[in-house]
């Protein structure tokens, strides 16, 4: 039975692979050094640190601490910029995250910066919603590692325990993910997995061990995730 549930951020509540990419394209331009789409979706799932030094390898340009800060901060604040005006949820994200919470336990999970997840969810007006955030400063590995989601249940587990309240196994726990990295990641922390085609095709999401994929969180409800994967007809 789902006892709790993690999201990715970047995706899955925030729809701007896109923004990301465009941004990156042009901080990255600015220091002589070019990313092309197939790259930077074969990259899915590094934090920023990892991501730019894999674009300076790959063009075999040297890569100095001043560079690394120039293009992420560069790359955050053009980011920003793109969704100042209007923020891109993903369809039906806000409303799955708030009946969600009203039953499980919820958490994000993310390889970005935690003060990137932080402005999203409270422009969303999601963050009280979330019992624990998992971003780039904690965990010591990129997806498809299972770093981050075993923090995550660690991390919940001990609130659970100052609550007195007992623990919650990796089988229990659902990871709605955008990638193949994200899939992986989770699996390999040995939990349940939806993936939902916002960045990638289903074929991807499938390959990776999606245990089902969904083309929009606008099609799910608790009642839905109760259904498919507390179950024997959601079970692979």
Same mark, same amino acid.
């Given at each position: ?19 990301? &990419? ?8 600015? =220091? ?12 899915? /799932? ?13 063009? /075999? ?51 970005? +910066? ?38 995550? &249940? ?11 309240? &007992? ?22 922390? /040995? ?10 095709? =289903?074929? +991807? ?11 929009? &969180? ?15 007809? /959601?079970?692979?």
């Amino acid at each position: 039975m789902i006892q709790a549930v993690f999201f990715d951020f970047n995706g899955v509540i925030i729809d701007d692979e896109p923004l990301h &990419l465009r941004a990156y394209t042009e901080a990255l331009a600015d =220091e002589g050094v070019e990313l092309t789409r197939e790259d930077y979706f074969k990259s899915l /799932g590094m934090d920023d640190v990892t991501f730019v030094r894999a674009a300076f390898e790959r063009t /075999g340009r040297e890569l100095t601490d001043d560079a690394l800060r120039r293009v992420i901060e560069s790359e955050s604040a053009k980011h920003r910029a793109l969704i100042e005006d209007e923020l891109p949820l993903a369809p039906g994200v806000v409303t799955l995250v708030k009946a969600l919470s009203r039953r499980h336990p919820l958490g994000v999970v993310s390889m970005a +910066a935690r003060h990137s997840i932080d402005y999203g969810l409270s422009r969303a007006g999601l963050a009280a919603h979330f019992t624990v955030v998992v971003s780039a400063e904690d965990a010591h590995a990129c997806k498809p590692d299972p770093c981050c989601y075993n923090l995550a &249940l660690e991390f919940l587990n001990a609130k659970r325990g100052q609550a007195q309240v &007992l623990p919650v196994s990796p089988a229990e726990c659902l990871v709605i993910e955008d990638s193949p990295p994200g899939i992986e990641s989770a699996r390999a922390a /040995g939990m349940r997995t939806l993936g939902v085609t916002n960045t990638v095709t =289903e074929k +991807a999401l499938r390959a990776a061990g999606a245990d089902v994929v969904t083309r929009s &969180l606008a099609d799910w409800t608790p009642d839905a995730v109760q259904h498919v994967f507390d179950t024997e007809w /959601g079970r692979r």
